[in-house]
């Protein structure tokens, strides 16, 4: 009898230990400074050796688990590799808010959602969006296709 171990969690876990341990490393390049006065490199070290013991927490148990299949949902990984791909090449041309609505609308077409509820839904994705990346966080981005 075969014994099918949960795979997700494994790989998962080991993908979150794996990530955490690039920034740790990565981020020991810079100075650390104090917990009173952080460095630059303070919050990517801490924050990664955080996150690959989270990943080594969430895979081990796995280990000893039994798990299900990995099953891919081919039509869902289609529209959100198009979706990503379309918010790439239409963020210049159309601005944050129209790129991101256009990108979030893609991504929903697997879905069963209604009509209203996924434009509710984009208009509030293509909201955040332009209130973090370009607003908040200051990034040089054209919010609508006119302000470039």
Known sequence: MKVTRDIHDIVGGLLMSATGLFFALYGGQYDMGTSARMGPGYFPVVLGWTLTVLGIL???????RKGSAVVVQWNNLFWC???IVLFAV???PVGVVLSSFLASLVSLVPSAMNLRTRLTVC???ALLTTLIFPISLQMVLPIWPWSL
Do not use: E
């Open 58 to 64: 969430v895979a081990l148990p796995a280990f000893w």
């Open 81 to 83: 590799v198009a979706a």
């Open 90 to 92: 239409s963020l210049y």
């Open 123 to 125: 208009a509030v994705v």
